[in-house]
């Protein structure tokens, strides 16, 4: 009894989570969000997509013929789900450390601007500019002119707890 | 073996490669989770400011009922009528050459000492540009010279119709700007851009240029000055804040009477009737018109247009209208008042005591007799408000207030009716998303108005696009209604450093826009984007906790309700219990990591809580902790009487006042104070003990301290020190 009472609330309080972070896009307040906002609103919940995941999900969420739009009818049970399952689980601050390590080949303890630069921008699923000079602005120390990236992960992860 | 090599070489290298794409995918995947984040926080500040914005210009609405009320329970035989007269006090009526000799600026000297610019009238291009120049450097322009400037606009303004016309022929490109709120450095940025006014370089202004920001006088003077040397190429078009009442709340006011403490109130008036005669709209090559607030769906230009010669009631008893165009000085008056209408918050005030007793207050009573919060809910909840009834209630008021309703011109009592509908309407509407056509009850004017209002507007007057400002947008920008309206705001970083950009616009003959954007203060530059985020939730949380702070008391009654017993509640009903109380349309469970330091299992502790929201309090800790709170909520409304009360602008009024004030606003809000509370109050807040109370400092009390205010304080310091010199 105990058990499935927790259940429940957790699976409301989830949905409440959802709620809220969906009216934040909802301009119009007519439970609605423009569909190339479904990615911040994920991520916003918690949730670590890459973009091909969210590429899939939005496939799942857009109507027969796409309007731009995703509802909240349709959203609510497939992010519940997700949170539910603990999908697209958190990024550690060591996962993160070790992933600039690996870019780090000559063991330098930083990375050029352009290093990341290319980096980011040519591999995986490549940045914007826009998103690269956003991530630069706030990882490259001044005075040095690089990435020290060990403090950049601490301060970023530490930020996150506020 | 040369060929196993190749082969390793190749699967290490590769396995490199790979293992430095899956680092890159991680450092993506984990940083746009991060940006999300950002953003989200972003985008409820923003919310945030935009429903503080609207709450407190809904203290409008608490002003207007407020006087409402007053009216409602004026007796010949009440102890209040003094001050409540006093309040309604007709401005005297005279003639403009009375007016011209009052603002008369021959007698002021300038001192030898003076360094800012002196000017020569007629004024030319070379001096228009000393003067942008001398702002630059903070220089104060002398009284002398604004008032000269000013009477010079005044004429100007007198005989321009209420609607701009303007053409792109001769290959002229038009720059549009929008809200510019007294930020100085917005323009000189626009200007510095775009280049200054000139014949080859006209503008439009679109109102708003005044309040909030501190150099409002200033823009005016500048753009004043433009418009003096280049009648033909600058256009000014009035804005919701053009309008002396909502200076008195929004800072320009104070602004004045700080920098020119001699003349001040000699400039404000003469600002007040600038305002009342500035034009109303401006068409460009009759495609494209230009407003500030917007449209509604009874907006009618020919209308407008023919308020330049509309015949309007005198405003003094006339002993026959027949023979109006006889009495040629009567004439005059009609003919060149094309609808001046002073304040549009507050209609024109009383006559004398006597005309004001023959009011039959009966109709109105009914739509005011409502308290506060009843009044909030209806306009608030209620979505289907009918036009009519909203402006019946204005109507009314309208024919209570207007001096002189004799029987036969309650046909004029329409007119004018309509004529402040139609001017509300175009400085204050909002675009919405929906069809039709509401009444702006979060603005308190105005309308909400529909896509297909757009469409019909435009086709009936053979339009094709509305540029308009009045909305602060993220990008200094915003189309609507399928690219048919244009939201154009002016004023970058309007909430906080970084929180918008500012946009101006050029139009060529082709009429196709073509945007520039910007945003002012070198701190943006320096700050990262994270950095931005922050700096501007900050502030925004902090006003939103002294909201919180304010309705401690109805949120410690709604939650006793429901807490459990040991003072813990979880956090669904503290947002509940708050979305109740504030009325505030926004994701409190996203925020509250933001509003509350800790919970225990999800609970909070709420007297905890509220403890860490405190807020500075007068210096008297004997006055009642409900009562505080109830004045700070209406500080403005407070404000705002203290200063109407203030005729002459000294920024003093009498303790017999101040204390029937108080009387009068505790009775309207069914609040219990006592003479002794009140005169803790005034004791509390240091007067010069000669029955006389200074508003500022009074104000003061209800302020929380913060790095700005400290600020101000200095900067006024220092403008007060340099008005020795500027008289």
Redesign the interface.
């Given at each position: 009894m105990a058990d499935k009472y927790s259940a429940d609330t957790i699976i409301t309080e989830t949905q409440k989570r959802i709620s809220n972070a969906f009216d934040v896009f909802d301009h119009e307040s007519n439970k609605t969000v423009d569909v190339r906002e479904i990615g911040t609103i994920i991520r916003s919940l918690g949730c670590f997509p890459s973009e091909a995941d969210l590429h899939d999900i939005i496939a799942e969420l857009e109507e027969e013929e796409p309007t731009g739009f995703v509802r909240y009818e349709k959203f609510l049970p497939t992010m519940t789900k997700i949170l539910l399952e603990r999908k697209f689980r958190p990024i550690t601050e060591d996962l993160l450390l070790q992933a600039f390590e690996v870019l780090d080949q000559q063991k330098k303890g930083h990375l050029e601007p352009e290093e990341l630069t290319k980096y980011l921008t040519q591999e995986g699923e490549p940045f914007t500019q826009e998103e690269m000079d956003e991530m630069l602005s706030a990882a490259v120390d001044p005075d040095k002119n690089v990435i020290l990236y060990k403090d950049f992960v601490s301060m970023m992860t530490f930020d996150d707890t506020r | 073996s040369k060929k196993c090599y190749k082969l390793l070489h190749h699967f290490f290298f590769h396995r490199?490669l790979l293992?430095?794409?899956?680092?890159?995918?991680?450092?993506?995947?984990?940083?746009?989770?991060?940006?999300?984040?950002m953003?989200?926080r972003r985008?409820?500040t923003w919310?945030i400011f935009q429903s503080m914005e609207y709450a407190d210009l809904q203290d409008q609405i608490k002003l207007y009922n407020f006087l409402g009320y007053l009216m409602d329970n004026f007796t010949p035989s009440s102890t209040e009528r003094n001050l409540i007269s006093h309040i309604f006090r007709e401005n005297e009526v005279c003639r403009d050459a009375e007016w011209e000799r009052y603002f008369s600026y021959n007698n002021i000297t300038v001192p030898d000492i003076y360094s800012g610019p002196r000017l020569t009238f007629p004024l030319d291009m070379d001096q228009a540009a000393h003067l942008v120049e001398a702002f630059k450097n903070k220089q104060q322009l002398h009284s002398r010279y604004v008032l000269q400037l000013l009477l010079e606009t005044w004429k100007l303004l007198r005989v321009l119709p209420n609607i701009n016309r303007v053409s792109t022929c001769h290959s002229k490109e038009i720059t549009i700007c929008g809200d510019l709120h007294g930020q100085l450095e917005d323009l000189l940025l626009i200007f510095y851009k775009n280049g200054m006014p000139s014949l080859e370089k006209p503008y439009v202004f679109n109102g708003d240029y005044v309040d909030r920001g501190k150099d409002s006088i200033e823009i005016l003077l500048i753009l004043f000055a433009f418009l003096l040397v280049f009648p033909g190429d600058v256009y000014l078009n009035r804005g919701n804040h053009e309008d002396h009442i909502i200076n008195l709340r929004y800072g320009f006011t104070k602004e004045v009477l700080n920098k020119y403490k001699l003349h001040g109130k000699r400039i404000l008036k003469l600002l007040q009737k600038i305002f009342s005669w500035l034009p109303l709209v401006t068409v460009i090559d009759q495609r494209v018109l230009i407003v500030h607030g917007g449209i509604s769906d009874t907006t009618d230009l020919a209308l407008i247009a023919r308020y330049v010669s509309a015949l309007r009631p005198p405003k003094k008893k006339t002993p026959s209208r027949t023979n109006v165009y006889a009495d040629s000085e009567r004439y005059d008056e009609m003919i060149i008042c094309k609808n001046r209408r002073g304040s549009l918050t507050f209609p024109k005030p009383f006559g004398a005591r006597e005309s004001f007793q023959r009011r039959s207050l009966q109709d109105f009573s009914s739509t005011v007799a409502r308290t506060l919060g009843e009044e909030f809910e209806v306009r608030r909840r209620q979505a289907e408000f009918s036009l009519s009834s909203f402006s019946k209630s204005h109507r009314i008021l309208s024919s209570a207030l207007s001096s002189d309703s004799e029987p036969e011109s309650s046909e004029f009592t329409d007119t004018c009716n309509d004529e402040w509908k139609q001017i509300l309407d175009l400085l204050w509407s909002d675009p919405m998303?929906q069809d039709g056509c509401i009444p702006n009850e979060v603005r308190g004017g105005g309308c909400y108005w529909g896509p297909d209002v757009t469409e019909g507007f435009l086709n009936r007057h053979n339009l094709q696009l509305i540029i308009r400002s009045h909305e602060c947008k993220q990008d200094g920008y915003e189309f609507c209604h399928n690219r048919k309206v244009l939201t154009l705001f002016s004023a970058s970083n309007y909430y906080e450093v970084g929180s918008n950009r500012g946009a101006f616009v050029r139009l060529g003959p082709d009429l196709v826009p073509y945007f520039v954007q910007y945003q002012a203060t070198s701190m943006t530059r320096g700050l990262?984007?994270?950095?931005n985020v922050k700096r501007t939730e900050h502030t925004a949380l902090k006003v939103l906790r002294e909201q919180l702070f304010v309705h401690k008391s109805d949120l410690l009654s709604f939650l006793r309700l429901i807490f459990d017993l040991t003072g813990l509640i979880c956090l669904?009903d503290w947002a509940s219990a708050i979305e109740r109380v504030l009325h505030l349309d926004l994701?409190?469970?996203?925020l509250h990591p933001q509003l509350v330091s800790s919970t225990t299992d999800?609970k909070l502790d709420y007297h905890g809580w509220f403890r860490d929201l405190a807020l500075k309090k007068p210096s008297s800790e004997h006055i009642e902790q409900t009562m505080l709170e109830t004045l700070y909520r209406h500080r403005s409304t407070l404000e705002t009487i203290f200063r109407i009360v203030d005729t002459d602008n000294s920024g003093l009024i009498t303790f017999e006042d101040f204390r029937q004030t108080l009387k009068l606003l505790s009775a309207y809000l069914k609040m219990e104070i006592s003479d002794e509370v009140i005169n803790e109050l005034v004791i509390s807040t240091d007067t010069n003990n000669d029955g006389s109370i200074d508003i500022d400092e009074f104000m003061e009390a209800f302020r929380l301290v913060d790095k700005s205010r400290l600020e101000r304080g200095k900067s006024l310091l220092k403008l007060m020190q340099d008005n020795q010199i500027n008289g």
């Open positions: - | 490199v293992k430095a794409m899956k680092a890159a995918v991680l450092i993506q995947r984990w940083y746009r989770q991060y940006a999300a984040r953003e989200v985008r409820y919310n998303s990262s984007f994270p950095q669904n994701p409190w469970r996203v999800g």
